[in-house]
């Protein structure tokens, strides 16, 4: 972790930033000159001066406070860059859904908010949550919502360093305001935006069907298949999985099962809380009632016969992030026991969370298979780093282990839920998942300050 710094405000009407007198050294400057201040997109020119109190401590005057309009006192990183040093950094996290409660702006998502924010004093920086209203174009101002000793305050702040994109679902990120507003930023104002998509099962299957090194995760998939070839995957492998393109959570995934011994096809979905079994004589029938519109946003995967906790089927959901230095890392793993007769583990569906240290210690799991799941994820997030546009900080894997110890892919999420983690004995993977979006958001914000030429090249070229 880079090393922070104690902002505190001092009340006189200078135009001045007292700095540690190592920082100083350390960067070559001298007291008593003039300097250009930033924070967010405001940049004022001040005055440094010298002091002695403690090398973590920065003081600000109430002049230069109330100009670049500071929240309040706070651990803080500083970037140093040819005359102009940047306090902060200011990060702005984007969403949707807010209500007119000052104590629950998100309603029920106000506590996921609330978890995320409260690491924000020991990673450093000023860290908010807006939406596309409280934006005011105009001033570069926004009505920012921060967290300051667990209490909610709506205060005004300039256009942040870098935006981390938690848009809550597709259709909300669809709409024309928030395409608009995202557009903005980043063309407009080159603030880096990060996660900047949903994630298109469609476009994720062909992008990494491009790249070698993860094609042996890769299920044998159509997509838009035609009832031929549908029926021949079908016959191949005896069961299938049928998901929708823009489909999330698990929701209308189906699975159609045709038994060697038998003449007939199987459907077997979700329907609410039960679990649905339809019979039909023939694959033509079973389309033609389950999928009367068409294949055309669905994706078809081959069924995998995976390792098993007792009688059910297991997977695994492993969480990668980029860190403070820009590098992958995995935030979080754990296994997901399917619920009795369930299509898919998601625990909305009655599916369990096990953590893996349990398997591991019980001989369920062994140290080799969790490196090897480990290290597809990462590889798999390098692949998609590489082959997607704009920066991805954080991506949410389903991953399966078949019964000849083979890795599949079978989800990449880019908004990875943290439901799972908020169990027992992972709360240090829930932790740590919240951390590292923060982290990175330091490292876009240093990157884009200290290189802005080759950080907006690196943006274009992706």
């Known amino acids: 972790m880079k090393q922070t710094f104690q902002l505190k405000r001092r009340f006189d009407e200078k135009s001045t930033i007292q700095l540690p007198a ?17 924070f967010g997109s405001k940049t004022v020119r001040c005055q440094i001066t010298q002091h002695n109190d403690c090398d973590q401590t920065v003081f600000l005057s109430d002049l230069l406070w109330k100009q ?29 859904g807010f209500t007119s409660s000052k104590q629950f702006p998100l309603g029920q998502r106000t506590s996921q908010y609330a978890k ?14 807006f939406g596309h209203h409280l934006i005011d174009w105009e001033n570069g101002e926004i009505n920012g919502y921060f967290l300051n000793d667990g209490s909610w305050s709506l205060l005004t702040v300039p256009f942040p360093n870098v935006i981390y994109n938690r848009i809550p679902n597709r259709r909300t990120e669809n709409l024309a305001t928030i395409q608009t507003t995202k557009k903005k930023f980043e063309t407009e104002y080159a603030i880096p935006y990060f996660n900047p998509n949903f994630f298109n099962k469609q476009e994720i299957h062909e992008k990494l069907s491009r790249d070698d090194t993860v094609l042996p995760f890769l299920p044998e998939s ?3 298949p035609s009832s031929h ?25 189906k699975q159609i099962i045709k038994l060697p011994e038998e003449p007939y096809f199987y459907c077997r979905y979700h329907d609410e809380d039960q ?22 946003d669905v994706i078809v995967q081959q069924g995998i016969h995976l390792l098993k906790l007792g009688k059910q089927p297991m997977d695994f959901r492993i969480h990668t992030n980029k860190n403070i230095n820009g590098r992958w890392e995995i935030s979080a793993i754990a296994a997901k026991k399917a619920g009795w007769q369930s299509v898919t583990t998601h625990i909305h569906r009655g599916g369990e969370v096990i ?20 290290q597809a994820a990462l590889t798999l997030s390098h692949a998609l780093e590489h082959q ?24 990449a999420n880019s908004k990875p839920g943290r439901l799972i983690f908020e169990q027992g004995k992972l709360k240090r993977e829930d932790i740590i998942s919240r951390e590292l979006p923060l982290e990175y958001a330091i490292h876009l914000s240093k990157t884009a300050f200290e290189f802005p030429h080759q950080f907006i090249n690196q943006m274009i070229t992706l």
């Open 116 to 129: 995320i924010l409260q690491s924000q004093e020991e990673i450093g920086g000023f860290y908010f949550v």
């Open 388 to 411: 997607l546009e704009g920066c991805i900080g954080e991506i949410g894997f389903d991953l399966g282990i078949d019964e000849n110890g083979d890795i599949w892919l079978f989800e």
């Open 68 to 96: 670049l309009k500071f929240p309040f006192e706070t651990s803080i990183h500083l970037f140093y860059q040819n005359g102009c040093l940047l306090i902060g950094p200011l990060i702005g996290i984007f969403t949707a």
């Open 229 to 253: 070839e549908l029926k021949a995957l079908l016959s191949k492998y005896k069961h299938l999985y049928l998901k929708p393109i823009e489909g999330s959570h698990g929701d209308e995934i």
């Open 22 to 38: 190592s920082y100083l050294q350390e960067h070559s400057l001298t007291a008593n000159t003039s300097i250009e201040l930033s």
């Open 222 to 224: 159509l997509v838009k």
């Open 275 to 296: 679990v649905r079994l339809r019979r039909y004589s023939n694959l033509t029938r079973l389309l033609q009632h389950e999928y009367p519109n068409g294949l055309d």
């Open 355 to 374: 953590s893996i240290e349990d398997l591991v210690h019980d001989g369920l799991l062994s140290k080799k298979r969790v490196s090897q799941l480990k």
